[in-house]
């Protein structure tokens, strides 16, 4: 199983990004495909995930500017961030993992990440 994530870059605060990530190596049926973050010194934060329903949850800090979705057909997952301010600043990791999970040690196989630097 396999992970990699993609779309981060440099981007200025009221900004817009959207990070694709694609699993590859088994269906990913019953499982939710997550999204965390972590920024330097800091531990790795749930940002939002994506149930195989469709049916999606948040972190308080990113609802109302972050949307997480998947095509479960091509195994990927999607994080369209918008309003993007400093604190977003981070590597965004992709994951697989148990319904409604919010804890890193709900998933596993970890994508490599994505840096997302906001820049005010």
């Known amino acids: 199983v396999q992970l990699q994530a993609f779309g981060g870059g440099l981007v200025q605060a009221g900004g817009s990004l959207r990070l694709s990530c694609v699993a590859s190596g088994r269906t990913f049926s019953n499982y939710a495909m997550g999204w965390f973050r972590q920024a330097p010194g800091k531990e790795r934060d749930f940002v939002a995930a994506v149930n195989w329903s469709g049916s999606t949850y948040y972190a308080d800090s990113v609802k109302g500017r972050f949307t997480a979705s998947r095509d479960n057909a091509k195994n990927t997952v999607y994080l369209q961030m918008n309003s993007l301010n400093s604190e977003d600043t981070a590597v965004y990791y992709c994951?697989?993992?148990?319904?409604?999970?919010?804890?890193?040690?709900?998933?596993?196989?970890w994508g490599q990440g994505t840096l997302v630097t906001v820049s005010s």
């Open positions: 994951a697989i993992g148990i319904p409604y999970g919010r804890r890193p040690a709900d998933f596993g196989s």
